[in-house]
Protein backbone atom coordinates (compact mmCIF):
# COMPACT_ATOMS: atom_id res chain seq x y z
CA UNK A 1 0.00 0.00 0.00
CA UNK A 2 1.38 3.47 -1.19
CA UNK A 3 1.89 6.01 1.65
CA UNK A 4 2.40 9.80 1.59
CA UNK A 5 5.84 10.11 1.91
CA UNK A 6 6.84 13.04 4.27
CA UNK A 7 7.37 15.88 3.10
CA UNK A 8 9.92 18.74 3.89
CA UNK A 9 8.68 21.89 4.95
CA UNK A 10 10.18 24.74 3.54
CA UNK A 11 12.94 23.07 1.48
CA UNK A 12 13.28 24.96 -1.29
CA UNK A 13 15.68 22.88 -2.51
CA UNK A 14 13.86 19.65 -2.77
CA UNK A 15 10.43 20.71 -2.06
CA UNK A 16 9.05 17.30 -2.61
CA UNK A 17 5.92 16.17 -4.54
CA UNK A 18 3.83 18.78 -6.50
CA UNK A 19 1.55 20.33 -4.31
CA UNK A 20 0.93 23.49 -1.74
CA UNK A 21 3.64 25.97 -1.85
CA UNK A 22 5.01 25.26 1.15
CA UNK A 23 5.53 22.03 -0.04
CA UNK A 24 3.22 19.84 1.90
CA UNK A 25 1.10 17.29 -0.40
CA UNK A 26 -1.80 18.34 -2.27
CA UNK A 27 -5.21 18.08 -0.79
CA UNK A 28 -6.90 14.25 -1.48
CA UNK A 29 -10.04 16.47 -2.39
CA UNK A 30 -11.25 20.24 -3.08
CA UNK A 31 -14.88 20.34 -3.25
CA UNK A 32 -15.67 24.44 -4.79
CA UNK A 33 -18.82 25.76 -5.47
CA UNK A 34 -20.58 22.59 -6.28
CA UNK A 35 -23.90 22.59 -7.51
CA UNK A 36 -25.59 19.97 -8.68
CA UNK A 37 -29.30 19.21 -9.61
CA UNK A 38 -31.79 16.58 -10.85
CA UNK A 39 -33.71 18.28 -13.42
CA UNK A 40 -35.51 21.11 -11.68
CA UNK A 41 -34.50 19.38 -8.16
CA UNK A 42 -31.22 21.69 -6.51
CA UNK A 43 -29.65 18.78 -4.53
CA UNK A 44 -26.27 20.79 -3.81
CA UNK A 45 -26.02 24.77 -3.67
CA UNK A 46 -22.32 25.94 -4.06
CA UNK A 47 -20.70 23.26 -1.41
CA UNK A 48 -16.89 23.89 -0.70
CA UNK A 49 -15.05 21.17 1.11
CA UNK A 50 -11.74 19.81 1.78
CA UNK A 51 -10.08 16.50 2.63
CA UNK A 52 -6.70 17.04 3.58
CA UNK A 53 -3.77 14.35 2.67
CA UNK A 54 -4.74 11.56 4.87
CA UNK A 55 -6.84 13.42 6.73
CA UNK A 56 -10.88 12.10 7.93
CA UNK A 57 -13.27 14.02 7.17
CA UNK A 58 -17.79 13.53 7.45
CA UNK A 59 -20.11 14.92 6.16
CA UNK A 60 -23.62 15.26 8.63
CA UNK A 61 -27.06 15.84 7.16
CA UNK A 62 -30.87 14.39 7.59
CA UNK A 63 -32.44 12.39 4.85
CA UNK A 64 -32.26 14.51 1.37
CA UNK A 65 -29.88 16.92 2.62
CA UNK A 66 -27.37 15.61 -0.26
CA UNK A 67 -24.74 13.54 1.24
CA UNK A 68 -25.25 10.59 -1.40
CA UNK A 69 -25.34 13.24 -4.49
CA UNK A 70 -21.94 14.78 -3.14
CA UNK A 71 -20.56 11.18 -2.93
CA UNK A 72 -21.82 10.90 -6.37
CA UNK A 73 -20.60 13.69 -7.78
CA UNK A 74 -16.93 13.07 -6.49
CA UNK A 75 -16.89 9.46 -7.66
CA UNK A 76 -17.93 10.56 -11.39
CA UNK A 77 -21.15 8.38 -12.01
CA UNK A 78 -23.33 12.15 -11.70
CA UNK A 79 -22.17 15.03 -13.41
CA UNK A 80 -21.96 18.29 -12.02
CA UNK A 81 -23.61 21.90 -13.31
CA UNK A 82 -21.12 24.36 -11.67
CA UNK A 83 -18.13 24.59 -9.49
CA UNK A 84 -14.93 22.32 -9.32
CA UNK A 85 -13.77 19.41 -7.78
CA UNK A 86 -9.95 18.76 -8.02
CA UNK A 87 -7.95 15.27 -5.95
CA UNK A 88 -6.91 12.10 -6.81
CA UNK A 89 -3.33 10.58 -6.71
CA UNK A 90 -0.13 13.34 -5.25
CA UNK A 91 1.77 12.91 -8.48
CA UNK A 92 -1.64 14.03 -10.54
CA UNK A 93 -0.72 17.29 -7.99
CA UNK A 94 -5.28 17.80 -7.22
CA UNK A 95 -6.20 16.60 -10.85
CA UNK A 96 -9.47 18.84 -11.96
CA UNK A 97 -12.33 16.22 -12.02
CA UNK A 98 -14.76 17.17 -14.26
CA UNK A 99 -15.75 15.23 -16.92
CA UNK A 100 -13.92 12.09 -15.92
CA UNK A 101 -15.22 9.11 -16.01
CA UNK A 102 -15.99 6.81 -13.10
CA UNK A 103 -13.40 4.18 -13.35
CA UNK A 104 -10.48 6.92 -14.52
CA UNK A 105 -11.54 8.45 -10.93
CA UNK A 106 -10.96 5.05 -9.58
CA UNK A 107 -7.38 4.98 -11.06
CA UNK A 108 -6.87 8.52 -10.01
CA UNK A 109 -7.22 7.02 -6.71
CA UNK A 110 -10.33 7.90 -5.15
CA UNK A 111 -12.73 5.23 -4.58
CA UNK A 112 -16.51 5.07 -3.27
CA UNK A 113 -17.54 2.08 -0.70
CA UNK A 114 -21.42 2.77 -1.89
CA UNK A 115 -24.02 2.56 0.54
CA UNK A 116 -25.94 -1.03 0.71
CA UNK A 117 -22.10 -2.70 0.29
CA UNK A 118 -22.60 -3.93 -3.40
CA UNK A 119 -20.62 -7.04 -3.59
CA UNK A 120 -21.16 -9.74 -5.73
CA UNK A 121 -22.67 -12.37 -3.51
CA UNK A 122 -22.09 -15.09 -5.81
CA UNK A 123 -18.58 -14.45 -6.07
CA UNK A 124 -16.04 -15.65 -3.10
CA UNK A 125 -14.68 -13.36 -0.69
CA UNK A 126 -11.39 -13.71 -2.80
CA UNK A 127 -12.78 -13.17 -5.86
CA UNK A 128 -14.51 -9.94 -4.81
CA UNK A 129 -11.13 -8.56 -3.87
CA UNK A 130 -9.50 -9.14 -7.04
CA UNK A 131 -12.20 -7.15 -8.33
CA UNK A 132 -11.61 -4.72 -6.23
CA UNK A 133 -7.54 -4.37 -7.99
CA UNK A 134 -8.31 -4.63 -11.47
CA UNK A 135 -8.20 -0.34 -11.99
CA UNK A 136 -4.83 -0.50 -10.00
CA UNK A 137 -1.63 -1.69 -11.64
CA UNK A 138 -0.25 -4.30 -11.27
CA UNK A 139 2.22 -4.31 -9.04
CA UNK A 140 1.55 -4.39 -5.22
CA UNK A 141 -1.80 -6.25 -6.24
CA UNK A 142 -0.77 -9.03 -3.77
CA UNK A 143 0.54 -6.30 -1.34
CA UNK A 144 -2.50 -4.65 -0.77
CA UNK A 145 -4.16 -8.05 -0.45
CA UNK A 146 -2.32 -9.04 2.12
CA UNK A 147 -3.16 -6.06 4.00
CA UNK A 148 -6.63 -6.41 3.49
CA UNK A 149 -6.25 -9.70 5.63
CA UNK A 150 -4.25 -8.20 8.16
CA UNK A 151 -7.08 -5.53 8.38
CA UNK A 152 -9.92 -7.96 8.41
CA UNK A 153 -8.86 -11.14 10.05
CA UNK A 154 -12.76 -12.24 9.40
CA UNK A 155 -11.90 -12.24 5.96
CA UNK A 156 -9.00 -14.10 5.69
CA UNK A 157 -10.64 -16.80 7.48
CA UNK A 158 -13.65 -16.74 4.56
CA UNK A 159 -11.13 -16.00 1.48
CA UNK A 160 -12.99 -18.87 -0.56
CA UNK A 161 -16.64 -18.42 1.23
CA UNK A 162 -19.10 -16.98 -1.00
CA UNK A 163 -19.97 -13.52 -0.09
CA UNK A 164 -23.71 -13.56 -0.70
CA UNK A 165 -23.18 -16.32 2.88
CA UNK A 166 -21.08 -13.20 4.79
CA UNK A 167 -22.81 -11.41 7.49
CA UNK A 168 -24.29 -7.81 7.17
CA UNK A 169 -20.89 -6.80 9.14
CA UNK A 170 -18.77 -8.81 7.45
CA UNK A 171 -20.26 -7.80 3.93
CA UNK A 172 -19.34 -3.99 4.74
CA UNK A 173 -15.81 -5.17 5.51
CA UNK A 174 -15.41 -6.93 2.21
CA UNK A 175 -16.79 -3.67 0.88
CA UNK A 176 -14.51 -1.46 2.47
CA UNK A 177 -11.58 -4.50 1.62
CA UNK A 178 -12.19 -4.60 -1.62
CA UNK A 179 -12.27 -0.63 -2.17
CA UNK A 180 -8.84 -0.52 -0.15
CA UNK A 181 -7.46 -3.17 -3.28
CA UNK A 182 -7.26 -0.14 -6.17
CA UNK A 183 -5.21 1.59 -3.24
CA UNK A 184 -6.86 4.85 -2.50
CA UNK A 185 -5.71 7.74 -2.30
CA UNK A 186 -9.02 8.90 -0.70
CA UNK A 187 -12.13 6.33 0.40
CA UNK A 188 -15.40 7.63 -0.04
CA UNK A 189 -17.72 5.67 2.98
CA UNK A 190 -21.17 6.50 1.97
CA UNK A 191 -23.39 5.00 5.46
CA UNK A 192 -20.98 2.59 6.48
CA UNK A 193 -22.71 1.94 9.83
CA UNK A 194 -26.38 1.55 8.10
CA UNK A 195 -28.37 -1.61 9.43
CA UNK A 196 -25.80 -3.09 11.26
CA UNK A 197 -25.97 -3.73 15.16
CA UNK A 198 -24.04 -1.89 17.66
CA UNK A 199 -20.81 -3.89 18.19
CA UNK A 200 -20.72 -4.50 14.71
CA UNK A 201 -20.51 -0.65 14.24
CA UNK A 202 -17.85 -0.97 16.83
CA UNK A 203 -15.60 -3.24 14.76
CA UNK A 204 -16.46 -1.43 11.36
CA UNK A 205 -15.37 2.12 13.06
CA UNK A 206 -11.98 0.00 14.66
CA UNK A 207 -11.27 -0.44 11.11
CA UNK A 208 -11.64 3.13 9.70
CA UNK A 209 -8.98 3.81 12.64
CA UNK A 210 -6.80 1.76 11.30
CA UNK A 211 -7.03 2.38 7.10
CA UNK A 212 -6.57 6.14 8.64
CA UNK A 213 -2.94 5.02 9.85
CA UNK A 214 -2.48 3.43 6.50
CA UNK A 215 -2.32 7.61 5.30
CA UNK A 216 -5.48 7.00 3.55
CA UNK A 217 -7.61 9.95 3.35
CA UNK A 218 -11.25 9.77 4.08
CA UNK A 219 -14.77 11.33 3.68
CA UNK A 220 -17.05 9.70 5.43
CA UNK A 221 -21.16 10.14 4.85
CA UNK A 222 -23.04 8.81 7.61
CA UNK A 223 -26.32 9.53 9.41
CA UNK A 224 -24.73 8.38 13.29
CA UNK A 225 -23.57 11.57 13.80
CA UNK A 226 -21.90 10.20 17.18
CA UNK A 227 -19.76 8.30 15.29
CA UNK A 228 -19.17 10.51 12.15
CA UNK A 229 -17.89 12.97 14.77
CA UNK A 230 -15.54 10.48 16.87
CA UNK A 231 -14.57 9.06 13.75
CA UNK A 232 -13.48 12.26 11.77
CA UNK A 233 -11.46 15.28 12.42
CA UNK A 234 -13.48 17.78 10.69
CA UNK A 235 -17.05 17.79 9.89
CA UNK A 236 -19.28 19.58 7.54
CA UNK A 237 -23.33 19.95 7.87
CA UNK A 238 -25.45 19.43 5.34
CA UNK A 239 -28.56 21.30 5.29
CA UNK A 240 -30.88 21.04 2.03
CA UNK A 241 -27.96 20.79 -0.20
CA UNK A 242 -25.67 23.69 1.49
CA UNK A 243 -23.05 23.49 4.01
CA UNK A 244 -24.68 25.19 7.20
CA UNK A 245 -21.85 24.37 9.97
CA UNK A 246 -18.26 23.47 9.34
CA UNK A 247 -15.45 22.71 11.57
CA UNK A 248 -13.25 20.31 13.97
CA UNK A 249 -15.49 17.51 14.62
CA UNK A 250 -15.04 18.11 18.77
CA UNK A 251 -16.01 21.43 18.56
CA UNK A 252 -19.45 20.82 16.09
CA UNK A 253 -20.05 18.09 18.62
CA UNK A 254 -20.40 20.45 21.21
CA UNK A 255 -22.56 23.13 19.59
CA UNK A 256 -26.05 23.46 20.85
CA UNK A 257 -27.12 23.09 16.94
CA UNK A 258 -25.61 19.69 16.74
CA UNK A 259 -26.66 18.32 20.05
CA UNK A 260 -30.09 18.83 19.72
CA UNK A 261 -30.15 17.63 15.57
CA UNK A 262 -28.08 15.33 15.29
CA UNK A 263 -26.73 13.86 18.47
CA UNK A 264 -30.70 13.87 20.15
CA UNK A 265 -29.84 16.16 23.01
CA UNK A 266 -33.33 16.53 24.11
CA UNK A 267 -32.32 17.64 27.34
CA UNK A 268 -31.68 14.68 29.42
CA UNK A 269 -28.11 14.84 30.05
CA UNK A 270 -27.38 11.20 30.53
CA UNK A 271 -28.04 10.56 27.02
CA UNK A 272 -26.15 13.23 25.86
CA UNK A 273 -23.02 11.72 27.84
CA UNK A 274 -23.63 8.69 26.11
CA UNK A 275 -23.91 9.86 22.92
CA UNK A 276 -20.47 12.27 22.88
CA UNK A 277 -18.21 10.02 25.41
CA UNK A 278 -16.10 8.78 22.40
CA UNK A 279 -15.94 12.82 21.21
CA UNK A 280 -13.75 13.33 24.57
CA UNK A 281 -11.74 10.83 24.41
CA UNK A 282 -10.73 12.18 20.31
CA UNK A 283 -10.71 16.14 21.64
CA UNK A 284 -8.33 14.86 24.30
N1 LIG B 1 -32.33 10.46 -8.88
C1 LIG B 1 -32.90 11.55 -8.35
N2 LIG B 1 -33.81 12.26 -9.04
C2 LIG B 1 -34.38 13.37 -8.53
N3 LIG B 1 -34.09 13.87 -7.31
C3 LIG B 1 -33.20 13.20 -6.56
C4 LIG B 1 -32.55 12.01 -7.04
N4 LIG B 1 -31.71 11.57 -6.08
C5 LIG B 1 -31.81 12.45 -5.03
N5 LIG B 1 -32.71 13.41 -5.34
C6 LIG B 1 -33.08 14.54 -4.50
O1 LIG B 1 -31.89 15.27 -4.21
C7 LIG B 1 -31.89 15.70 -2.85
C8 LIG B 1 -30.66 15.15 -2.14
O2 LIG B 1 -30.76 13.72 -2.10
P1 LIG B 1 -29.57 12.78 -1.53
O3 LIG B 1 -29.97 11.36 -1.78
O4 LIG B 1 -28.28 13.25 -2.05
O5 LIG B 1 -29.66 13.10 0.02
P2 LIG B 1 -29.01 12.31 1.22
O6 LIG B 1 -28.54 13.36 2.18
O7 LIG B 1 -28.01 11.36 0.74
O8 LIG B 1 -30.24 11.56 1.84
P3 LIG B 1 -30.42 10.00 2.12
O9 LIG B 1 -29.60 9.72 3.31
O10 LIG B 1 -31.88 9.88 2.36
O11 LIG B 1 -29.96 9.30 0.86
C9 LIG B 1 -33.21 15.25 -2.25
O12 LIG B 1 -34.11 16.32 -2.39
C10 LIG B 1 -33.61 14.10 -3.15
O13 LIG B 1 -35.02 13.96 -3.19
Redesign the pocket.
Known amino acids: MPTVPPTPRGDTVNPGPPGTPDGAPPDALTVTELTVA??P?R?LRAVSLRVPAGGAVAVL?A???????LLRAISGVLPFHGGEIRGGRIEADGRDLRGRRADAIVADGIVQVPEGRQIFARMTVAENLRAGALTASRRGVAETYDLVMRLFPVLAERQRQRAGLLSGGEQQMLAIGRALMARPRLLLLDEPSLGLAPIVIDRIADTIRDIRRQDIAILLIE?NAALALDLASHAYV?EV?RVALSGPAAELAATDEVRRRYLGDNGEIDDVRAATRPLARWAG
Not at 63 to 69: D, E, F, H, L
Open positions: YGVAGNGAGKSTQLG
